[in-house]
Nanobody
Framework: QVQLVESGGGLVQAGGSLRLSCVASVRTFTNYNMHWFRQAPGKEREFVARISGLGSITKYADSVKGRFTISKDNARSTVYLQMNSLKPEDTAIYYC????????????WGQGTQVTVSS
């Protein structure tokens, strides 16, 4: 069973930075593609970024491109989301996801971590 635990959320002013972490309890972390999604109040969950198992391929939503960076530390079974130049519209619950086959929808999800950006 795959368990994902996010951390690093919090309250930050617009223009500030946060780094989210997600630790995966899996045997071979490089077998898993890792994703970040987010869900704002009253909105559907939306894709933010993903990274391939070996970390060689990344993809970002247009809304975060150039501001957010996804990375993996395979030795720590951890995926990160570095968020810079945060905007109030980035306020959401951020979810970590994982799958073995690289599709748009993760098979496994974490519990989420709240990010609030004040103006």
């Amino acid at each position: 069973q795959v368990q994902l635990v996010e951390s690093g959320g919090g309250l930050v002013q617009a223009g500030g930075s946060l780094r989210l972490s997600c630790v995966a309890s899996v045997r071979t972390f490089t077998n898993y593609n890792m994703h970040w999604f987010r869900q704002a109040p009253g909105k559907e969950r939306e894709f933010v970024a993903r990274i391939s198992g070996l970390g060689s391929i990344t993809k970002y939503a247009d809304s975060v491109k150039g501001r957010f960076t996804i990375s993996k530390d395979n030795a720590r079974s951890t995926v990160y989301l570095q968020m810079n130049s945060l905007k109030p519209e980035d306020t959401a619950i951020y979810y970590c996801g994982a799958n073995r086959v690289l599709t748009n929808t993760p098979d496994y999800w974490g519990q989420g971590t709240q990010v609030t950006v004040s103006s």
